[in-house]
């Protein structure tokens, strides 16, 4: 048996992209590598994409309690609390969101349970579910999909939605006071 060769090299483009190429035994391919950063939190250390970060609730996980984000976050699993961010919240298709959300745009592919507050854009794609009030600058709703609630959807209602986040920042770090007492609210 030959052992198989191979050769392999990083191209960074003008763009600040990398790309990687391989050749193992004369099959030659290439594949995205984004920018990473290494962050150091006390004594651990971990790699994170530099230019697209994404907050993840996994497909497998239930998750309770409050997340913030600045960026993206995206829902693949079970969550119950509250959600708070000033970026796109994404709920996937066979995701369930119990909560009351304030984000900059939400997408929603799977369920949400609780009020919605966008800035921007609430979209309800075809397997989307809203049980629960929106309030956005825009709305938009795809054939399948299912809203259950009250609407307000226009200009003043983006602005009503963004001020009501401004007085209600993602805060990170330690949480004023406590949730005790508010699981009984849904």
Same mark, same amino acid.
């Given at each position: 048996? =030959?052992?198989?060769?191979?050769?392999? /090299? *990083?191209?960074?483009?003008?763009?600040?992209? +990398?790309?990687?190429?391989?050749? %193992?035994?004369? /099959?030659?391919?290439?594949?995205?590598?984004?920018?990473?950063?290494?962050?150091?939190?006390?004594?651990?250390?971990?790699? *994170?994409?530099?230019?697209?970060?994404?907050? %993840?609730?996994?497909? #497998?996980? +239930?998750?309770?309690?409050?997340? *913030?984000?600045?960026?993206?976050? @995206?829902?693949?699993?079970?969550?119950?609390?509250?959600?708070?961010? @000033?970026?796109?919240?994404?709920?996937?298709? =066979?995701?369930?969101? @119990?909560?009351?959300?304030?984000?900059?745009?939400?997408?929603? #592919?799977?369920?949400?349970?609780? =009020?919605?507050?966008?800035?921007? *854009?609430?979209?309800?794609?075809?397997?989307?579910?809203?049980?629960?009030?929106?309030?956005?600058?825009? &709305? %938009?709703?795809?054939?399948?999909?299912?809203?259950?609630?009250?609407?307000?959807?226009?200009?003043?209602?983006?602005?009503?939605?963004?001020?009501?986040?401004? &007085? =209600?920042?993602?805060?990170?770090?330690?949480?004023?006071?406590?949730?005790?007492?508010?699981?009984?609210?849904?």
């Amino acid at each position: 048996m =030959n052992a198989a060769s191979s050769r392999a /090299a *990083t191209v960074r483009t003008s763009q600040g992209l +990398h790309w990687t190429g391989f050749a %193992v035994d004369g /099959a030659a391919g290439f594949f995205y590598i984004p920018p990473a950063r290494l962050v150091r939190a006390g004594q651990t250390e971990y790699w *994170t994409m530099a230019d697209s970060e994404t907050t %993840v609730v996994g497909s #497998d996980s +239930h998750f309770k309690g409050e997340l *913030t984000f600045e960026r993206t976050a @995206k829902i693949n699993g079970k969550f119950d609390g509250t959600i708070q961010g @000033k970026g796109e919240l994404q709920v996937s298709q =066979n995701a369930l969101c @119990k909560a009351d959300v304030q984000a900059g745009a939400v997408a929603v #592919d799977g369920r949400v349970e609780g =009020n919605v507050q966008a800035g921007d *854009t609430v979209r309800l794609n075809g397997s989307g579910v809203v049980k629960g009030d929106i309030t956005a600058a825009k &709305m %938009v709703m795809s054939e399948g999909a299912s809203f259950y609630g009250m609407c307000a959807v226009g200009p003043e209602a983006g602005q009503q939605a963004s001020q009501s986040a401004r &007085m =209600n920042p993602p805060q990170g770090g330690e949480k004023g006071g406590d949730n005790k007492g508010e699981s009984g609210k849904k």
